[in-house]
């Protein structure tokens, strides 16, 4: 057995590819549009030599109102080189840190349909530094 992709449905593609591909630096790997069915699906993913994994996005056209959340999914995780660099680079770019990396080892954040996505340092954790050794939890993750 292989472990395949992670499903999530998104409200609006763009903001969704904005954040995964453009913020975060996943790669789109395939997307079919489906015209029959009115809806989309966009895998993701990291690129890295040896993991096949990938997250699908999946975009019903006419959905108008945001998906139910619910803890019970989850989460996404993600090893990262450098957590503070990433973490600077995603705050930057309007990305709230819900849960900083205070310890260099780990972060969430959430995507625009409010699926967490977890980092973590690859390796041993970082030392601590600032402003993430300061920096409050906010919200849920």
């Given at each position: ?67 139910t959340q619910g803890r ?70």
């Amino acid at each position: 057995m292989r472990f395949l992709h992670s499903m999530i449905r998104v409200l609006d593609l763009d903001a969704a590819l904005h954040f995964f591909v453009d913020q975060l630096g996943l790669q789109v790997v395939r997307r079919t549009d489906h015209e029959g069915g009115r809806f989309s699906l966009v895998f993701l993913s990291t690129g890295a030599e040896g993991d096949a994994a990938t997250v699908e996005l999946t975009w019903n056209w006419d959905e108008a109102t945001a998906y139910t959340q619910g803890r019970n999914f989850g989460h996404l995780a993600y090893a990262v080189d450098d957590i503070y660099a990433l973490c600077d680079k995603l705050q930057r770019g309007g990305v709230s840190i819900l849960r900083p990396p205070r310890d260099g080892r780990m972060a969430f954040i959430k995507s625009p349909d409010g699926i967490s996505v977890e980092l973590l340092q690859s390796g041993d954790a970082l030392p601590p530094q600032e402003p993430w050794l300061s920096m409050p939890s906010v919200g849920t993750w």
